[in-house]
């Protein structure tokens, strides 16, 4: 589904050069639920980035569906985004300005034929989905971490992407409220969403079915994980 | 979508109150003075009370006179007789006019008494035609015929103001006023002329048979104290006539050889006559497109600078806002979409900024028609100044947002993402 070939990506600045990836090849099946783990700055949420195409490699092959993405402009490349692919960020990334339900429809804005009925309908039954019916006029300022989180993850389903990429969703949380979020991810793996995420949590990885680790830019071990 | 860009503008501009006021206060005080310029000149050079046919009427009213060996001109309106004797009789034409000279009769008023008070008036002198090619507003009365005119009588047309000054709030139909020692009966008041209509402006308009030096009608020299009013029959006539003019004026028999034997000018418009004294030394052509060309420029200089400054409070105030470009460019947003949001974004502002702009330029220009700087003046947005007014805050919403939403647009994902 995702496929990552001699990927590379270099940080240049004027005086210097930092390999964040070097080599990297991995591929992601369809419906997968993959962790990427690693210390801080090992280049997982770069990897991540590049498999989401929010950022370019400066070597290698990136393909979805077998289909190399060098070659997409930037219309094409936005397409992909908004109708395969959904993001769930550490921080949430909700915008202040907007209410929790005009926060979801935001993906549904950008794809043709939706209507504002048919948006907003889709976006309440994805915050009905993540437990937040209840919210939908509030504003992130209103609600807790895990609120917020929920938000993000509706606004990451509501367009029903095939592949949901997760950067430590569940980072600023509690861990009961990280467990509550992991539960959420697992039910949309079940129905068949290709997740990959990217943890520093060894407990959250175990419940993924394979666990990628970065060291230094480099793959240096893939697991598999029999989660119970 | 739109209405996602909406309130999500209208939240930006609510919550960061400063820049918006900044912002709001940068676009309506350039539009302000920007309309009232335009308002002004439209004022003088549109058709205006009582010139409403200003489409299809000329002036003849600076001449520049010379002499071929010798360093001496002279720059003028001219006489009455050469007027009648090259201007009157030009073909294509409907009707000429010919009155002294509005610049006169501001520059040197007539002194009248009345109560024991002195009342300065400017004094016009014209021929019966004058009326037939105005369309003065008369609230009493009638103006003075070509019959009067012929005969010499001491008739007099005034306007409400001098009637006012003379007559308070009673019939000024059949009084007497007293001019620079010449007693006139007046026939009827008009609707205040104001002074930018130059071809027209006077408080009091009388025979210009009346004159003191009668004979003084019949010399045809140049330096004189008329000008002439020249109707087309059709708006396409007035290049021929414009020709024919220019024709006319290689004929010229000049009674004083000696003194001027060449004489150059033309019959223009206000703004032509204009260009013509601006860019033609000798007057011998008008250049309107480069008095267009030069005003343009103005109005580009003068909007550029705040857009600039515009542009660059947009840049900053898009690129705090980074992190939502990442979110939507992750969900699907292409480049070109974004523009068109931070664009909306601006135009909406503009919008905004241009309302405003009007509503104080209507105020400024009421105080401006009531500060009597500019005699009877009254400056209003009418229709064209209103669109000048919106496609100018239209320029300013596009110029001064497509700028820093291309920049943003063009940024990864990520890096938007990262930046706080």
């Given at each position: 589904m995702i496929k990552l070939?001699?990927?590379?990506?270099?940080?240049?600045?004027?005086?210097?050069?930092?390999?964040?990836l070097?080599?990297v090849n991995l591929e992601v099946e369809d419906g997968e639920f993959i962790s990427i783990m690693g210390p801080s700055g090992s280049g997982k949420s770069t990897l991540l980035n590049i498999m989401g195409?929010l950022?370019?490699?400066?070597?290698?092959?990136?393909?979805l569906?077998?289909?190399?993405?060098?070659?997409?402009?930037?219309?094409?490349?936005?397409?992909?985004?908004?109708?395969q692919l959904g993001f769930i960020f550490q921080s949430f990334h909700l915008?202040?300005?907007?209410?929790?339900?005009?926060?979801v429809?935001?993906p549904?804005?950008?794809?043709?034929?939706?209507?504002?009925?048919?948006?907003?309908?889709?976006?309440?039954e994805a915050l009905d989905r993540v437990g937040l019916?209840?919210?939908?006029?509030?504003?992130?300022?209103?609600l807790s971490g895990g609120q917020q989180q929920r938000v993000a993850i509706a606004r990451a389903i509501v367009g029903k992407p095939r592949i949901l990429l997760a950067d430590e969703p569940t980072g600023n949380l509690d861990s009961a409220m990280g467990d509550e979020i992991m539960g959420i991810l697992h039910e949309l793996h079940s129905e068949g969403t290709t997740i990959v995420m990217v943890t520093h949590d060894a407990r959250m990885a175990e419940m993924t079915e394979r666990i990628v680790r970065v060291f230094d830019g480099q793959l240096v071990a893939a697991q598999e994980v029999q989660y119970a | 979508?739109?209405?996602?860009?909406?309130?999500?503008?209208?939240?930006?501009?609510?919550?960061?109150?400063?820049?918006?006021?900044?912002?709001?206060?940068?676009?309506?005080?350039?539009?302000?003075?920007?309309?009232?310029?335009?308002?002004?000149?439209?004022?003088?050079?549109?058709?205006?009370?009582?010139?409403?046919?200003?489409?299809?009427?000329?002036?003849?009213?600076?001449?520049?006179?010379?002499?071929?060996?010798?360093?001496?001109?002279?720059?003028?309106?001219?006489?009455?007789?050469?007027?009648?004797?090259?201007?009157?009789?030009?073909?294509?034409?409907?009707?000429?006019?010919?009155?002294?000279?509005?610049?006169?009769?501001?520059?040197?008023?007539?002194?009248?008494?009345?109560?024991?008070?002195?009342?300065?008036?400017?004094?016009?002198?014209?021929?019966?035609?004058?009326?037939?090619?105005?369309?003065?507003?008369?609230?009493?009365?009638?103006?003075?015929?070509?019959?009067?005119?012929?005969?010499?009588?001491?008739?007099?047309?005034?306007?409400?103001?001098?009637?006012?000054?003379?007559?308070?709030?009673?019939?000024?139909?059949?009084?007497?006023?007293?001019?620079?020692?010449?007693?006139?009966?007046?026939?009827?008041?008009?609707?205040?002329?104001?002074?930018?209509?130059?071809?027209?402006?006077?408080?009091?308009?009388?025979?210009?048979?009346?004159?003191?030096?009668?004979?003084?009608?019949?010399?045809?020299?140049?330096?004189?104290?008329?000008?002439?009013?020249?109707?087309?029959?059709?708006?396409?006539?007035?290049?021929?006539?414009?020709?024919?003019?220019?024709?006319?004026?290689?004929?010229?028999?000049?009674?004083?050889?000696?003194?001027?034997?060449?004489?150059?000018?033309?019959?223009?418009?206000?703004?032509?006559?204009?260009?013509?004294?601006?860019?033609?030394?000798?007057?011998?052509?008008?250049?309107?497109?480069?008095?267009?060309?030069?005003?343009?420029?103005?109005?580009?200089?003068?909007?550029?600078?705040?857009?600039?400054?515009?542009?660059?409070?947009?840049?900053?105030?898009?690129?705090?806002?980074?992190?939502?470009?990442?979110?939507?460019?992750s969900?699907?947003?292409?480049?070109?979409?974004?523009?068109?949001?931070?664009?909306?974004?601006?135009?909406?502002?503009?919008?905004?900024?241009?309302?405003?702009?009007?509503?104080?330029?209507?105020?400024?220009?009421?105080?401006?028609?009531?500060?009597?700087?500019?005699?009877?003046?009254?400056?209003?947005?009418?229709?064209?100044?209103?669109?000048?007014?919106?496609?100018?805050?239209?320029?300013?919403?596009?110029?001064?947002?497509?700028?820093?939403?291309?920049?943003?647009?063009?940024?990864?994902?990520?890096?938007?993402l990262?930046?706080?």
């Amino acid at each position: 589904m995702i496929k990552l070939e001699n990927i590379e990506k270099l940080y240049r600045t004027d005086t210097m050069e930092t390999v964040a990836l070097g080599n990297v090849n991995l591929e992601v099946e369809d419906g997968e639920f993959i962790s990427i783990m690693g210390p801080s700055g090992s280049g997982k949420s770069t990897l991540l980035n590049i498999m989401g195409l929010l950022d370019v490699p400066s070597g290698g092959t990136v393909s979805l569906n077998g289909n190399p993405i060098e070659s997409y402009r930037d219309r094409h490349l936005a397409r992909v985004r908004n109708e395969q692919l959904g993001f769930i960020f550490q921080s949430f990334h909700l915008i202040s300005d907007l209410s929790v339900v005009d926060n979801v429809e935001i993906p549904l804005l950008y794809r043709s034929g939706v209507s504002g009925s048919e948006r907003r309908k889709m976006a309440l039954e994805a915050l009905d989905r993540v437990g937040l019916s209840s919210r939908v006029k509030h504003f992130p300022s209103q609600l807790s971490g895990g609120q917020q989180q929920r938000v993000a993850i509706a606004r990451a389903i509501v367009g029903k992407p095939r592949i949901l990429l997760a950067d430590e969703p569940t980072g600023n949380l509690d861990s009961a409220m990280g467990d509550e979020i992991m539960g959420i991810l697992h039910e949309l793996h079940s129905e068949g969403t290709t997740i990959v995420m990217v943890t520093h949590d060894a407990r959250m990885a175990e419940m993924t079915e394979r666990i990628v680790r970065v060291f230094d830019g480099q793959l240096v071990a893939a697991q598999e994980v029999q989660y119970a | 979508m739109l209405s996602n860009y909406l309130k999500i503008a209208f939240k930006v501009f609510l919550r960061r109150k400063i820049f918006t006021l900044i912002s709001l206060f940068a676009i309506s005080a350039t539009l302000v003075m920007l309309m009232v310029g335009v308002a002004i000149s439209d004022h003088i050079f549109g058709p205006a009370y009582p010139e409403t046919r200003a489409d299809r009427t000329l002036m003849v009213s600076m001449l520049k006179a010379s002499h071929s060996d010798a360093n001496r001109n002279s720059m003028s309106p001219t006489s009455y007789g050469f007027l009648d004797r090259y201007v009157r009789n030009l073909p294509h034409v409907e009707k000429v006019a010919i009155s002294s000279h509005s610049l006169m009769a501001l520059i040197q008023p007539v002194i009248s008494f009345h109560d024991g008070a002195q009342i300065k008036s400017a004094l016009k002198r014209t021929d019966g035609v004058f009326w037939e090619i105005l369309e003065a507003e008369f609230l009493e009365g009638q103006p003075y015929s070509i019959d009067d005119v012929e005969h010499g009588r001491y008739v007099a047309v005034i306007n409400e103001a001098t009637s006012q000054a003379f007559f308070g709030q009673s019939s000024a139909l059949g009084e007497t006023i007293e001019i620079a020692g010449q007693r006139f009966r007046v026939v009827g008041v008009v609707a205040n002329v104001p002074a930018f209509r130059l071809a027209s402006f006077a408080d009091i308009w009388v025979p210009v048979t009346t004159v003191p030096d009668l004979k003084a009608l019949n010399y045809t020299s140049i330096p004189g104290a008329y000008e002439a009013m020249i109707l087309a029959e059709s708006v396409a006539d007035i290049p021929r006539i414009k020709e024919e003019f220019a024709y006319a004026l290689t004929q010229v028999e000049f009674p004083n050889p000696e003194r001027f034997n060449q004489v150059a000018g033309g019959a223009d418009t206000l703004f032509e006559s204009i260009s013509r004294f601006m860019f033609s030394d000798d007057l011998s052509e008008s250049h309107p497109q480069r008095l267009l060309a030069v005003m343009i420029a103005l109005v580009v200089l003068f909007m550029v600078l705040p857009a600039i400054s515009l542009v660059n409070i947009n840049v900053s105030r898009i690129m705090e806002r980074a992190s939502e470009i990442g979110v939507r460019k992750s969900f699907g947003a292409a480049s070109t979409t974004l523009i068109g949001q931070f664009v909306v974004e601006n135009v909406l502002l503009s919008l905004m900024g241009g309302i405003i702009g009007i509503g104080f330029t209507e105020v400024v220009l009421y105080l401006l028609s009531n500060s009597y700087l500019i005699p009877y003046a009254e400056f209003h947005i009418n229709y064209r100044v209103f669109v000048y007014g919106l496609l100018m805050a239209m320029f300013f919403g596009v110029f001064a947002g497509v700028y820093p939403a291309w920049k943003m647009s063009r940024l990864h994902p990520v890096e938007a993402l990262r930046r706080k």
